[in-house]
């Protein structure tokens, strides 16, 4: 497998999110995914606010996807990491 290598920078007070396929890839009862822009849009459901905890962020996230996927069984791990830049 390859793999490509990135650099970017984080600036201060800035917010890196990773997460695995069973985000993006959580499904309802419809067998519809969550997907990337149900995922985007969580993720920018604080724009405009200064200060974004980590904590917040992925308490975010998890609610939309709970709120999307309803009663349908967990198909797969949902592993978020989110860690902010403070200096």
């Given amino acids: 497998m390859r793999y490509k290598e990135y650099e970017f920078t984080i600036e201060k ?4 999110f990773l997460y695995t396929d069973g985000v993006a890839e959580a499904t309802d009862t419809k067998q519809e995914l969550f997907g990337i822009e149900r995922t985007l849009e969580a993720l920018n459901g604080n724009e405009g606010q200064d200060q974004v ?34 200096l």
């Fill in 13 to 16: 007070d800035g917010v890196l």
């Fill in 53 to 86: 905890s980590p904590e917040k962020l992925l308490l975010q996230v998890k609610k939309a996807v709970d709120g999307f996927v309803g009663e349908a069984p967990q198909f797969d791990d949902l592993t978020m990491l989110a860690v902010k830049r403070t």
